[in-house]
């Protein structure tokens, strides 16, 4: 089973890497063209609204609810039942998203004042938003249904295709900054028009391999249909369990608003830096794992289901802990050379960097989020993680107002990172005590190893990367001094864990 699920992960993390190296490309030409001023701030908040209500509900309680209940329908059903639950879940879902899209574009000024308060004060900047609010808010429509068609190919074990699909929104972006930028009045607005037609390619790019499993939806309504009702019903307390993490970064941009000009964007390039890994392991490990654990409880195989449990927080621990460190150690090196041209000045690099730290350090927190959260959603347990999401919520927003005045854009960073921690302890608490989930054996030798291992790699980096050099630096050094150091580490890392004994066996899943 391991051998599988190893497979199935480094599919999905090689085309996801594709994605976010176009990413990266993406926002150094934003940071480029556009810089952090008061049209990069708002155009980030036009797009993270759709955005963090497609994480909310698509990828989200959508998927944690929908791939559950669809696993019940290939392991017990006929093939025209799982046709018809599909088709019907497809209609319910495009009616949905239509109705939510419409009154989102009715309601951009009341989204931008609830969101980015902050903006009000800034009547330009404000009605900036509220226009690329109206044009980026279709993208919900366009990407929820992605990840719909998303959650059939997974369950079917066709992983590489939805993986692949952001790049699309990266070449569209980066496309938009290009060519489209220069035609317009308002450049920046090119970015919102990007995000529009990305939706579009994105879905359009999935029917063929639908296509091929004789599965593309045809659109009926189905509000009394039994499955889609289950769906429903989970998705209720799942919309907020499974995406606490985004209602926290959403409530530090609400926060940032208020702060000085140029702080939603510095916490939008430090957030992509901390998306990087999280997407290319954390979020590709629990597209994986969900798909395995819904087939485990369905086939009634809890041995099985601990197993891969097991499995899948051994390799969250082997590669968050050294890429949360490694990220803190190398924060302002990495901004400086991705971001720090043209528009984008020193201050910058260095304000960013201030809160890529504080992110940094919640990194491991965030993926273990992603991990755990299926150990219930896969059992149709949206209760327990609706209930310490919102414990993890209370106490961000306690650390947010502790923080802010210290530590300003870096403290809503710190207090996130703490969250998340808080969130996985509770979400790892529950099961361990419930006996869903038990740790095999050689679990303290395993951290040791960890610790030792990671250690290593944070002195050599502490002792002899010194950050001021990069800002002088021009793109070759900055590429190359960065490479080397992050080569060195990872080395560095490998080989103690080596020395001290570890083995591939180690992580088997059984």
Known sequence: MSRKLFKSTAIVSSMTMISRILGFIRDMMFARFFGADSGTDAFFVAFKIPNFLRRLFAEGAFSQAFVPVL????????????????????????????????????????????????????????????????????????ISSVAFAG????????????????????LCLIAAAIWLAPLMDKPVVALAWGVFFAGGVQLVFQFPALRRLGLVPRLRFGFKDSGVKHILKLMVPALFGVSITQINLLLDTLIASFLATGSVSWLYYSDRLVEFPLGLFGIALATVILPSLSKNHAADDMES???????????????????????????????????????FGVHDVAMAGRSLMAYSLGLLGFILVKVLVPGFTSRKDMKTPVRFGIYAMIANMGLNIALVFPLAHAGLALATSLGAFFNASLLLFA??????????????????RIILATASMTALLYHFVDASLWLHWGIVDRAINLAMWIGLGGALYAVVLLLSGLKIRHLSAG
Do not use: C, H
């Open 305 to 343: 289901f601990s197993k891969s449990l097991d499995w899948g927080l051994k390799l969250v621990i082997l590669i968050g802990a050294p890429a949360s460190l490694g990220l803190m150690m190398l924060a302002e090196p990495m901004i400086s050379t991705l971001f720090q041209y043209n528009e």
């Open 151 to 170: 959650g059939i190919l997974n369950s079917f074990g066709k992983f590489a295709v939805p993986a692949f699909t952001p790049v699309f929104l990266n």
């Open 431 to 448: 099961l361990l005590k419930s006996g869903v989930y038990l740790p095999s054996m050689g679990w303290r030798i395993y951290i040791l």
């Open 71 to 142: 696993s019940d329908y290939k392991e017990q059903g006929s093939k025209q039942a799982l046709r018809n639950f599909i088709d019907r879940t497809a209609g319910t879902l495009a009616i949905i998203l239509m109705v939510t899209t419409i009154i989102g574009m009715l309601a951009a000024p009341y989204l931008i004042m609830l969101f980015a308060p902050g903006f009000a004060w800034e009547g330009e900047q404000y009605d900036l938003a509220v226009q690329m609010l109206r044009i980026t808010f279709p993208y919900l429509f366009f």
